[in-house]
């Protein structure tokens, strides 16, 4: 099993640009995340996904979208990055009675 | 005032030293507490759960304490493997699949 796995590992995107970062995990979870990590603040929650086709937001949503069409992935989007978005994202995912939220990788953004 | 506070640290200790780091919490009503573990630009990883009752794995122990609304984790015989970030992590709900509040945790250094 591959785990949790997040593509692009970097990217680096002009103001203004968009793109996706995607998230897939092979355990069948049913619950997917996504984090930012900031120096000096602990990960924030973007948004979040208990099944496939539903989406919530988190503590810091504003300027992310999410999808979850299919249970394995959970893409996360950005339509008009900013600077303020640069920051190493993680996707987490974790099955009600198990007790570890996996994490992927991260993927590296830098918003210039 | 942050919901999850930890000592940034870092801590720098030779090998085979002891080591504690604590965390306090402001929101009361959290039910589930962990210690997870982030390498220099890895994942974060669960490290160990914490129970009211306290509980060991090894080398490391960690306790919770609801009334003054702090845990701690302490190291023995210290590695220079525990070289890491030990991030203390809050749940409203029981297990990590409730959101999870992470501090912006304790960097260790552990040398020869």
């Known amino acids: 099993n591959a785990g949790v796995t997040q593509t692009p590992k970097f990217r680096v995107l002009k103001t203004g640009q968009s793109m996706t970062l995607l998230c897939a995990q092979d355990?069948?979870?049913?619950?997917m995340y996504w984090y930012r990590q900031d120096p000096g603040m602990g990960l924030r929650l973007i948004h979040y996904?208990?099944?496939?086709?539903?989406?919530a937001k988190g503590e810091v949503p504003d300027g992310y979208n999410v999808s979850r069409l299919k249970k394995q992935n959970f893409l996360l989007g950005l339509e008009s990055a900013a600077p303020s978005q640069t920051s190493v994202y993680f996707c987490?995912?974790?099955?009600?009675?198990?007790?570890?939220?996996?994490f992927g990788p991260g993927t590296r953004l830098t918003v210039t | 005032r942050k919901e999850v506070e930890q000592d940034p640290g870092p801590f720098n200790v030779p090998e085979g030293a002891t080591v504690a780091f604590n965390c306090t919490y402001s929101?009361?009503?959290?039910?589930?507490f962990f210690w997870y573990r982030q390498d220099c630009r890895k994942e974060p990883k669960l490290l160990m759960s914490?129970?009211?009752s306290g509980n060991e794995d090894g080398r490391f122990t960690a306790q919770l304490n609801r009334a003054s609304q702090y845990i701690s984790l302490l190291i023995r015989d210290s590695k220079l493997s525990d070289s890491a970030t030990y991030l203390c992590?809050?749940?409203?709900?029981?297990?990590?699949?409730?959101?999870?509040?992470f501090g912006t945790g304790t960097r260790l250094q552990v040398t020869l």
């Open positions: 987490a995912s974790i099955n009600l009675g198990l007790y570890e939220q996996y």
């Open positions: 929101n009361s009503a959290s039910q589930s």
């Open positions: 355990m069948n979870h049913e619950y």
């Open positions: 914490v129970y009211s």
């Open positions: 996904s208990v099944g496939e086709g539903t989406t």
């Open positions: 992590v809050v749940s409203k709900g029981a297990g990590t699949a409730s959101k999870l509040t």
